[in-house]
Nanobody, 124 residues
Framework: QVQLVESGGGSVQAGASLRLSCAPS????????LVWFRQAPGKEREFVAA????????LYADSMKGRFTISRDNAKNTVYLQMNSLKSEDTAVYYC?????????????????WGQGTQVTVSS
């Protein structure tokens, strides 16, 4: 059974940083893609960033480049999303998701496994 457990959300002031974590379990091979999506109230789900577990290759939404960094720690079996210079518009529930294979997708429907989400609130 695949599980994704997220942590690290919270409430911060604009300009602050947060690091989200996602610990996958039950993914039996190393060929999978882990991604972060977010969803703000009243808005559609939005792709944030993706990483291939085996190679560490990454992909970012254009609007996230430069402020957000996705990475993985093989030893800890954890994927991180480092978020810097947070803005009020970054307020959302952030979800970790995974799919087997090596293909990225910006469409959340392509991902089979989802975490429970972690709330990030940025106040200005």
């Amino acid at each position: 059974q695949v599980q994704l457990v997220e942590s690290g959300g919270g409430s911060v002031q604009a300009g602050a940083s947060l690091r989200l974590s996602c610990a996958p379990s039950g993914l039996s091979s190393s060929s999978y893609v882990l991604v972060w999506f977010r969803q703000a109230p009243g808005k559609e789900r939005e792709f944030v960033a993706a990483i291939r577990w085996n190679s560490g290759n990454t992909l970012y939404a254009d609007s996230m480049k430069g402020r957000f960094t996705i990475s993985r720690d093989n030893a800890k079996n954890t994927v991180y999303l480092q978020m810097n210079s947070l803005k009020s518009e970054d307020t959302a529930v952030y979800y970790c998701a995974a799919r087997r294979g090596l293909a990225y997708s910006l469409n959340g429907d392509a991902y089979d496994y989802w975490g429970q989400g972690t709330q990030v609130t940025v106040s200005s």
